[in-house]
């Protein structure tokens, strides 16, 4: 009998490279080569996992979203089970457990590459839908926000907050102040 499959496991550390290589090195110069000599394994073994770069970048924006996801529901978790939008902001641009700078610039990286790759883009749009409709939900929640057109505009900016926010922390992390853009999205939300 063989030895049981690590499939998932390998597919993780792949992903986990092109996430470091990409926050290094750029899109372009993240090739199947340098992504292999990040995660200590062979190319080949790459292409056994993943036909293309392309895969590797989409199954790398399905992880970030996971691990935000993951970073929402722990602090969920942590204050009790109540859910805010405060606490899913946080779990975006927030400081503290499970923030990661590579993966900030990895996705700075995935939302211009999404420009031009139109597999990308449709993956990229998937997760920023799903964002949107989840900031609507806590804003109605929240707030005396009610009539959708209102929702649907506030979502949006914040969304344009927190995605602008991981492109100047990935292109100019040193000219802005830490913790600038949720302050900003708490003093938003805290007129509504």
């Known amino acids: ?43 080949g073994l790459i292409h056994h996992h993943f036909p293309t770069k392309l895969d590797i970048l989409l199954a790398l924006s399905d992880s970030l979203s996971a691990s935000v996801n993951e970073r929402y529901n722990a602090s969920i978790k ?45 993956h990229y749009q998937k997760h920023m839908q799903d964002r949107f409709r989840m900031i609507k939900i806590l804003l109605k929640a929240e707030t005396k926000l009610q009539k959708n057109k209102e ?16 492109l100047m922390h990935a292109t100019m992390k040193d000219t802005y102040p830490k913790g600038y853009a949720l302050k900003s999205i708490r003093k938003i939300t805290s007129t509504i």
């Open 78 to 122: 942590r204050k009790g089970g109540t859910e805010s939008l405060d606490a899913y902001v946080h779990a975006f641009i927030g400081f503290g457990p499970g923030e990661s700078e590579s993966a900030v610039n990895a996705w700075a990286f995935i939302a211009s590459e999404a420009i031009r790759e139109p597999r990308l883009a449709k």
């Open 1 to 43: 009998m063989g030895r049981p499959s690590n499939k998932a496991e390998m597919q993780a550390i792949i992903v986990e490279a092109m996430c470091a290589a990409i926050s290094t090195h750029g899109y372009a110069k993240a090739s199947i080569k340098k992504i292999a000599e990040v995660a200590d394994i062979s190319p």
């Open 151 to 166: 929702l649907s505009e506030t979502a949006a900016g914040i969304l344009s907050v927190i995605e602008g926010a991981y």
